[in-house]
């Protein structure tokens, strides 16, 4: 990028704003259809044309910048994109009627967020993490969109919020208890940081497997008592001990480690947890998440068990992140840094058969 | 350049509504209110309409009522309609 930058500086005028627009649409493509899209509300303003453009450049901005963000907080999440294609009065009703698809209506420019909150909506139901809600229960699914499109409209200005909390947060919300319970745990283990590298991760890797038997409900079930866990693990003060610090999964198949038991670190003694996580691959979990304080010593020690883990467990580590996290001190949270490491098991199945199904998948006792 | 698949959102633009509308043969029963929501069976107008799509070889109206809308992101949700 500097070599860039320098070679910018010899350049002529012209050529170098080409090249730095091309550098832009390479690099920052979504940034690049929001700046276009502030561009042609000008433009539309004032000719009263261009009106379409943007609609459809603003809407694709925002939903793909949106869809960036979640690519880096998730990093199994197959990113998609949204393209808003007009259709015209050319098509006749038998091609309109074969082609079988939805047509959103777009408003004019001055209900430009109705049409933004319609159209994310949409692709968040029918294309954002389809894999994360394959086997969910429809309160499940339905509270995860919900969510997911209340972090989208916080980054929004307060108008874009108003329109999307009238038209959809509270009628749907307030429609259903379970929905509103859902939200408000997966609002509690947001604020642990955990609601996208662990929660939606490991619903997508539950959305990537098949089973030779699938029973719904013991699926759903399951995802109830991992939301559950996470939320009691949100919920705890530091250096409580009475609430369960590991999961085991029937279906999720995760196993969730706690690096925070400051004797243990002080001395660099990983065998504790070495043999712990042992154990929890003997049952066949697949997916370890080491979780702990980003402050260097525990952060290090989290990297010496991931380290020995990989080397001598058939493990290997799938992403790594510091992320921001309010945990609880006596009752009061406190914002801090906290480090994550997912491994993930080399035998990791995507299809289970009848008899491993018969064999593992079953409540550990 | 985007790195990743983009889903296509068929849209169509209020000023192109009758167009559209009258390709599809039915600007006349738009106009005299004779389009009903699939879902509430209220009348379909320029004030209420939230989208459309083929079923059964007809075409299908949604109005933008909660419940109407939350009906729809369930058919969307179970795959029985495609963007």
Not at chain 1, 64 to 88: A, C, D, M, Y
Not at chain 1, 202 to 227: M, P, R, T
Not at chain 2, 52 to 58: D, L, Q, R, S, V
Request: charged share 30%; hydrophobic share 40%; net charge positive.
């Amino acid at each position: 990028m500097n070599i860039l930058i320098e070679l910018l500086k010899y350049l002529s005028g012209p050529v170098a704003i080409i090249i730095t627009i091309l550098i832009l649409l390479i690099k920052y493509p979504e940034k690049v259809e929001k700046w276009i899209s502030i561009l042609l509300r000008f433009f539309h303003i004032i000719t009263r044309k261009g009106g379409r453009a943007f609609t459809a450049f603003d809407i694709q901005g925002r939903i793909n910048e949106f869809s960036k963000f979640l690519k880096n907080e998730l990093p199994s999440f197959n990113q998609i994109g949204i393209r808003v294609h007009w259709i015209t009065e050319k098509e006749t009703p038998s091609e309109f009627i074969s082609k079988n698809r939805l047509v959103i209506r777009m408003r004019e420019h001055p209900n430009q967020n109705k049409n933004f909150v319609n159209a994310s909506m949409i692709f968040i139901s029918k294309a954002l993490l389809t894999k994360v809600k394959k086997y969910l229960s429809k309160s499940q699914k339905e509270s995860i969109d919900l969510f997911i499109a209340k972090k989208l409209f916080d980054k929004e200005k307060p108008a874009v919020k108003d329109q999307f909390f009238d038209d959809y947060f509270s009628i749907k919300a307030l429609s259903s208890d379970r929905i509103m319970q859902l939200i408000e745990k997966y609002n509690i283990i947001d604020k642990v940081g955990l609601f996208y590298p662990v929660l939606i991760q490991e619903l997508n890797f539950l959305g990537e497997k098949i089973f030779y038997k699938q029973k719904s409900f013991s699926i759903v079930e399951d995802v109830k008592a991992f939301i559950n866990f996470l939320v009691n693990y949100a919920n705890r003060d530091v250096g409580e001990e009475k609430i369960p610090k590991n999961f085991e999964g029937v279906f999720c198949r995760c196993g969730i480690v706690i690096i925070a038991r400051s004797s243990k670190v002080a001395v660099g003694d990983t065998k504790p947890f070495i043999h712990y996580i042992k154990k929890l691959l003997e049952h066949k979990l697949e997916n370890i998440y080491l979780i702990g304080s980003a402050y260097k010593i525990n952060k290090d020690f989290i990297d010496q068990i991931s380290l020995e883990v990989q080397k001598d467990l058939n493990l290997s580590k799938y992403f790594s992140k510091i992320y921001n996290a309010q945990i609880k001190i006596h009752g009061v949270r406190i914002e801090t840094k906290s480090y994550l490491v997912l491994l993930r098991s080399s035998e990791a199945l995507r299809y289970y058969d009848k008899e491993y199904q018969k064999q593992f998948i079953k409540p550990i006792e | 350049m985007y790195r990743y698949n983009k889903q296509e959102v068929d849209s169509v633009y209020d000023k192109d509504l009758e167009k559209i509308l009258d390709g599809l043969g039915l600007l006349n029963k738009f106009k005299s209110g004779k389009l009903k929501c699939k879902f509430c069976h209220d009348t379909i107008s320029l004030n209420n309409l939230h989208s459309f799509f083929p079923e059964a070889g007809k075409i299908r109206f949604i109005c933008d009522k909660s419940n109407c809308v939350k009906e729809l992101y369930y058919l969307l949700r179970e795959n029985k309609i495609s963007l």
